[in-house]
T-cell receptor, first 117, second 111 residues
Framework: EAGVAQSPRYKIIEKRQSVAFWCNPISGHATLYWYQQILGQGPKLLIQFQNNGVVDDSQLPKDRFSAERLKGVDSTLKIQPAKLEDSAVYLC???????????????FGPGTRLLVL | ELKVEQNPLFLSMQEGKNYTIYCNYSTTSDRLYWYRQDPGKSLESLFVLLSNGAVKQEGRLMASLDTKARLSTLHITAAVHDLSATYFCAVDITLGNQFYFGTGTSLTVIP
């Protein structure tokens, strides 16, 4: 079974530029998550989708971050404009579905390492 | 805001020794997860603990959950070098649709 795919794996941009990340979840997984992991910290949940609807985006900095999941499969996360503090690894994860109100095991992709100069 | 704290943050132990990593959280939850992350790699799910008193074991790792104390432990038995990694606990606050990771414990097992 193929895992969660993410691209690009690495990205270097200058502050105030825009950047986009792509995620392809495991086939059949209805729930998709985007996390931000700053060096030395645990991942922080940015947004969670159930199919193509947003379940939780309470920690997404909406003034500069946006995400979409068209057709309930692939997802993109965009930052516009980027700031120095956005330097981090952006992880995508997926799970079968948000059943009965609790989160099932999440399967993580390899992540995209972003450096903002 | 929910706080999820792990103790210790860094752990260096000799092969063959036993040790416990602690995960404390600040609000009510009865679902707790443990993940492993190797350097430069993504996260791998280890355990899902779904109720008070839950205990799960896989190889040299055993995880438990005490929801009344808001505490989970990850016990390492007879450590081997392959266990060197960073271990994260994560807590699910379903009512608020929130999911929080702990600070992480960086484990190094020395031959």
């Amino acid at each position: 079974e193929a895992g969660v795919a993410q691209s690009p794996r690495y990205k270097i941009i200058e502050k105030r530029q825009s950047v986009a990340f792509w995620c392809n979840p495991i086939s059949g997984h209805a729930t998709l998550y985007w996390y931000q992991q700053i060096l030395g910290q645990g991942p922080k949940l940015l947004i969670q989708f159930q199919n193509n609807g947003v379940v939780d985006d309470s920690q997404l900095p909406k003034d500069r971050f946006s995400a979409e999941r068209l057709k309930g499969v692939d997802s993109t996360l965009k930052i516009q404009p980027a700031k120095l503090e956005d330097s981090a690894v952006y992880l995508c994860a997926s799970s079968l579905g948000y059943l009965t109100g609790w989160r099932e095991t999440q399967y993580f992709g390899p992540g995209t390492r972003l450096l903002v100069l | 805001e929910l706080k999820v704290e792990q103790n210790p943050l860094f752990l260096s132990m000799q092969e063959g020794k036993n040790y416990t990593i602690y995960c404390n959280y600040s609000t009510t939850s009865d679902r707790l997860y443990w993940y492993r992350q190797d350097p430069g790699k993504s996260l791998e799910s280890l355990f899902v603990l779904l109720s008070n008193g839950a205990v799960k074991q896989e190889g040299r790792l055993m995880a438990s959950l005490d929801t009344k104390a808001r505490l989970s432990t990850l016990h390492i038995t007879a450590a081997v070098h392959d266990l060197s990694a960073t271990y994260f606990c994560a807590v699910d606050i379903t009512l608020g649709n929130q999911f929080y990771f702990g600070t992480g414990t960086s484990l190094t097992v020395i031959p």
